[in-house]
T-cell receptor, first 110, second 110 residues
């Protein structure tokens, strides 16, 4: 099974609402990252949170990390239609490569 | 601006053909990666390279090989393409912890 598992698999909200997606992982991490992928395109890095951090903000993004529960959440506030995309968490466990989850598909209805 | 370029957006090949997927980055990054992305499975690491001529197997290397003769170029080779290798292939390079992705190559093997 995958190191990172996102929940829910799909999420549909109205413009202006907040979107929350969660990621659980299995082993100890150095950091956890969130990436975004527009349909048919490559991934774009959004935010990184280190294992000794509990919360991080970047614009309308807020990420939390609970290492005791091995989980993270990504909150997008005041969502826009342009936020429609798939969102992936990725864990850095000390090997050179990241391990990606299966993603959450977010649909923001205008 | 960071740029990772994959040589083809779409590719159609026949079973048994030898297939080359090319990836070039212009950031002088040490690390480069090849992933495949399938619905419901997220991104799975095929191979990565941490230096010229150096490579390491990822989670699903079977049926693939790679070549890194120059720092900026990382090639994925399907020695004898099979229908189960029909997928989206994503190349990435990294500086530190963050990965930068190409737009992807959608490969269909008939």
């Amino acid at each position: 099974s995958q190191q990172g598992e996102e929940d829910p698999q799909a999420l549909s909200i109205q413009e202006g609402e907040n979107a929350t997606m969660n990621c659980s992982y299995k082993t100890s991490i150095n950091n956890l990252q969130w990436y975004r992928q527009n349909s048919g395109r490559g991934l774009v890095h959004l935010i990184l949170i280190r294992s000794n951090e509990r919360e991080k903000h970047s614009g309308r993004l807020r990420v939390t990390l609970d290492t005791s529960k091995k989980s993270s959440s990504l909150l997008i506030t005041a969502s826009r239609a342009a936020d429609t995309a798939s969102y992936f968490c990725a864990t850095d466990t000390g090997r050179r490569a990241l391990t990606f989850g299966s993603g959450t598909r977010l649909q923001v209805q205008p | 601006d960071v740029k990772v370029t994959q040589s083809s957006r779409y590719l159609v090949k026949r079973t048994g053909e030898k297939v080359f997927l090319e990836c070039v980055q212009d950031m002088d990054h040490e690390n480069m990666f090849w992933y495949r992305q399938d619905p419901g499975l997220g991104l799975r690491l095929i191979y990565f390279s941490y230096d010229v001529k150096m490579k390491e197997k990822g989670d699903i290397p079977e049926g693939y090989s790679v070549s890194r003769e120059k720092k900026e170029r990382f090639s994925l080779i399907l020695e004898s393409a099979s229908t189960n290798q029909t997928s989206m292939y994503l190349c990435a390079s990294s500086f530190g912890n963050i990965q930068y992705f190409g737009a992807g190559t959608r490969l269909s093997v008939l």
